[in-house]
């Protein structure tokens, strides 16, 4: 495959890691990536401990194009992400004078301390918005601070979208048959050996009786895309393939 540009995901939170809340914000960001023409390539699954957290910032942050976090931004003593990702690019926290006036004009007379803590910000960071979504997204260099809560995760991807508009989106293509991956895979390793530039994906389905395996096709070229796709179902039986995307 070419090489488009990485990212990695750094998700916070002892609720996902005791199970008492269900990630949710993964998949979402991973498709919203790869219509940008970005991979996203790394996971991390932290507690809510501030060492912890820069360490990983610190180091997914080099070894990627990208890096976003997904948690701890609220004001509660968990939420510890603003100070680490300070912390991890050996910056002070400081108030957003701009996002505190927000915060003032939001929660007029019931304001307390603890709403202003949601004005905290890495010194010198940027505060990504747009003409739609207005309340700021916190990006210090390449990483992007976003919310836990998957409904306000959701509503932030746009900044990221009009931010990093511009690069090619991934093509992704389809086939279904009803024939299992061990008979399925001298023909895979065929195609895969000849369209190295496409990433060959298979995946059984159980308990579907429309299909037994799913197989994709992805690139940023989309003629090579359907080359590789096609050279596969030029292969599949008679009878097969159940359906073609």
Known sequence: MDHPPSAAALVIGD???????????????????????VELRRVVVVKDNAETIAREVRDLSRTHDWLFTSGGVGP???????????????????????????????????????????????????????????????RFENTWLLP????????????VVARLRGGRAF???????????????????????????????????????SYKTKLTFDGLDEARVLAARDAFVALLPAGEPQKVE
């Open 15 to 37: 609720e996902i890691l005791s199970g008492k809340v269900e990630e949710a914000n993964l998949a979402v960001l991973a498709r919203t990536l790869r219509g940008l023409g």
């Open 148 to 159: 836990g809560i998957p409904e306000v995760f959701r509503m932030k991807l746009p900044v």
């Open 76 to 138: 509660t003593h968990d939420d510890v992400t603003v100070e680490a990702v300070a912390q991890a690019f050996g910056v002070r926290v400081v108030s957003s004078p701009e996002m505190e006036a927000m915060l003032r004009a939001h929660y007029r007379e019931r304001c307390t301390e603890g709403h202003l803590r949601m004005a905290l910000i890495p010194e010198g960071a940027a505060l990504e918005v747009t003409d739609e979504i207005t309340w700021p997204t916190i």
């Open 171 to 209: 093509v992704s293509r389809a086939v279904y048959v009803k024939m299992d991956e061990g008979v399925l895979k001298p023909l895979l390793d065929g195609v895969v050996a000849a369209h190295p530039e496409v990433a060959v994906g298979s995946y059984p389905k159980w308990f579907d009786a």
